[in-house]
């Protein structure tokens, strides 16, 4: 089964998303912040990043960015969660690399479906 | 007044003789002189001192400039108030021909010949006319603007003379100039989008209304240099101005620099500023001047006008300055209308993220609970769970709102326009609250007819439609009806939703489309007062209207009407 890390310094949200997808079978790295994703990231290489973009310390965009410019997570998937619904946000995400865009709110079924959706366009 | 001791105080022997003479000469004219030397005899020479001098106190005491020219439009009499008026002494102004000296061109600088002289006709016309519009011009070779009349001297049946008086309107006038481009200057601020689309138009109406060729403004840059950042000129002098407006200009520089160093206005008698110097023929009138814009201390620039007939450019700076203060007031409204955009933007990523963060964890652990997922409910334990989801929906779709509206405000809004048919999208809405009308044994129905097919944003039609037919199920009561009927009429798609319910008062109808307005018949029933402000602002982005029509006394009606081609990429 695919291996997903999961960024979120919400721990209300990080928690729900890592029970919907662990309680589907997907093996979960949890991260608090930018960085700490970055370094799990570029430790394991994961199958999937879903991350948060407002976090401390990096944000999920300039994360994005610089995944896609480390070798060894240049092709790795990544899903964006933001509570932003603004155009202009959404567009920064899929500048700086994201596969996807998920805002939330969004049911646990929602984030099923469009992991599922992103592990198997990569 | 005792007459022989004024004139014992004031006149010496030698006058007593000469001014009658010089009257004699120049003011009664060959008649009065006639008849003066009728009466000299008659009366005796004395008394005829008295009534010249009087005469002579008489003309020099008004503001009014008065000459008398002969028949041959020689000079012959001018007094005080012409004299000071036009800047000649009497020596230089008698005997020299009036139209010449004092009246020979047009404002223009064009040559104003003499039988076009409308003053001169009043002698053929042998009738006195008053004249507007003139201009004379002083010894210094500067115009200005004047309230004239002519009238003509008779001897008999012959018109030997006219006299002329004239009034300097310079300050009337440039008044009523000023207060115009105050005036427009308000009215082009009031039109413009931006200070760079509104700067044009008002150094364009420096000239019209000051009656200038050419207006520049300058604003210095960080080097300690000035820049011209707009400038018009009337059209024979677009060339100069080109070259004009791609000069920089240092501190003490000219009229502009020295504007700048000292912060006070600075006129200029000729056209220094100019890089081409005029050519003959090229009939530009002299005067420069460049008015320092002055904001908390600091010269923050100079508006410059070129070429003007008027003198010394009396009352033109503190015009500019009320104009530049107009422009620099609407700069700082522009910036803190900009500034308020900004934080209603930041208002809105707050909202984003701050209430839809813990309403988002809030509803999907709920979701999760509600499934089952980690464990089976009791049916007490679901219903609870189920009053807390719809709480937290119903405070998930305020938020929606709030957002909603301040992306509108903050122009950050878009549709995302396809072909949508109305008639399915109706079917869909009446789905969704059939359960909700259920409860309350509300009838609703939809009739959506042939299908209409719109060009437009279909989450956000889906959003006015729930609002609609959602506030329709909320204020009927148990048991009525709510109709949703769709159809196609002069090229719009028309949607009515008819409802038995509590109803709106007719004059609380107008004020329904406003934001946070609740009517006073929905009392007891939840809302934001945001779903029909929202709705509006839909309806009027795809080009439509939303309006409440009569339904005959019961319940309420509202009417939709979206145009059925519209063009794409509207934003609300």
Not at chain 1, 103 to 122: A, G
Not at chain 2, 275 to 298: F, N, T, W
Request: aromatic content about 6%.
């Amino acid at each position: 089964m695919a291996t997903i890390l999961v960024a979120d310094d919400e721990q209300d949200i990080r928690e729900l998303v890592v029970y919907r997808l662990s309680r589907s079978g997907y093996r979960i790295i949890e991260a608090r912040d930018g960085e700490e994703a970055f370094q799990l990231a570029a430790d394991r290489v994961p199958d999937l990043a879903v991350l948060d973009v407002m976090m401390p310390r990096l944000n999920g965009f300039d994360l994005t960015e610089r995944l896609r410019h480390t070798p060894a997570t240049r092709r790795l998937p990544i899903l964006l969660m933001s509570a932003s619904v603004q155009d202009s946000d959404i567009a920064r995400g899929f500048a700086a690399g994201a596969d996807s865009y998920l805002i939330k709110p969004f049911t646990p079924e929602q984030l099923l479906i469009r992991v599922r959706d992103v592990l198997s366009r990569s | 007044m005792d007459y022989r001791s004024f004139t014992r105080a004031s006149a010496s022997h030698e006058t007593v003789h000469c001014v009658p003479d010089r009257l004699l000469g120049c003011i009664a004219g060959d008649l009065a002189q006639s008849a003066a030397l009728a009466c000299a005899e008659a009366l005796g020479l004395r008394r005829l001192e008295v009534a010249a001098s009087e005469l002579q106190t008489l003309m020099d005491s008004t503001d009014e400039g008065i000459y008398r020219r002969d028949h041959e439009g020689r000079i012959t009499f001018i007094n005080r108030a012409a004299l000071e008026q036009t800047g000649y002494t009497e020596a230089e102004v008698l005997g020299q021909d009036a139209h010449e000296l004092l009246h020979h061109s047009h404002e223009d600088g064009s040559p104003y010949p003499a039988e076009q002289c409308p003053l001169t006709r009043t002698m053929y016309d042998r009738a006195g006319a008053r004249f507007g519009g003139e201009v004379f011009w002083r010894k210094d070779g500067t115009p200005f603007p004047v309230d004239c009349s002519g009238f003509p001297l008779f001897d008999g049946e012959t018109v030997n003379g006219l006299v002329i008086t004239f009034r300097d309107i310079t300050d009337s006038r440039q008044a009523e100039h000023q207060l115009a481009a105050q005036y427009r200057t308000a009215r082009i601020l009031a039109e413009a989008e931006s200070i760079q689309e509104a700067l044009p138009r008002v150094l364009r109406l420096c000239c019209d209304e000051l009656g200038w060729q050419m207006s520049l403004a300058w604003e210095p840059d960080e080097n300690g240099e000035m820049h011209c950042q707009s400038a018009y000129a009337r059209p024979a002098w677009e060339e100069q101005l080109a070259l004009l407006s791609h000069e920089s200009v240092i501190r003490g520089q000219g009229a502009v620099g020295q504007a700048w160093q000292q912060g006070q206005h600075v006129y200029v008698p000729g056209p220094a500023s100019l890089v081409r110097p005029p050519r003959p023929g090229d009939g530009l009138p002299p005067g420069e001047l460049a008015v320092p814009v002055v904001r908390d201390g600091r010269v923050a620039g100079v508006v410059q006008l070129i070429g003007s007939n008027l003198p010394r450019g009396d009352g033109q700076p503190e015009a500019i300055e009320t104009i530049s203060a107009q422009l620099f007031q609407y700069a700082e409204r522009k910036r803190s209308d900009e500034a308020a955009a900004r934080m209603k933007d930041q208002f809105v990523s707050t909202v984003s993220h701050e209430l839809r963060t813990p309403l988002a964890a809030m509803d999907g652990w709920l979701h999760i609970l509600l499934d089952g997922e980690p464990g089976p409910l009791n049916e007490e334990q679901h219903r609870f769970l189920t009053t807390v989801k719809r709480n937290s929906d119903r405070l998930m779709r305020l938020v929606g709102d709030l957002l909603l509206i301040g992306q509108m405000d903050a122009g950050r809004f878009t549709l995302e326009m396809a072909d949508v048919d109305i008639g399915d999208l109706v079917g869909e809405t009446v789905t969704l609250f059939t359960g909700m009308a259920a409860e309350k044994r509300i009838e609703l129905t939809a009739d959506t007819g042939p299908g209409v097919v719109v060009h437009g944003d279909r989450l956000r039609l889906s959003q006015l439609l729930s609002n609609l037919v959602s506030n329709a199920v909320k204020f009927t009561p148990e048991g009525g009806q709510v109709r949703v009927r769709v159809g196609e009429q002069d090229g719009s798609c028309q949607i009515e939703v008819t409802d038995s319910g509590i109803g709106i008062p007719a004059a609380e109808r107008a004020h329904l489309f406003e934001r946070f307005y609740r009517a006073s018949t929905a009392t007891g029933t939840a809302g934001t007062g945001l779903g029909l402000a929202i709705s509006k602002a839909i309806a009027g982005a795809h080009g439509g209207t939303i309006r409440i029509a009569d339904s005959g006394g019961r319940g309420t009606r509202f009417v939709v009407e979206i145009p059925l081609h519209v063009a794409a990429g509207a934003s609300l």
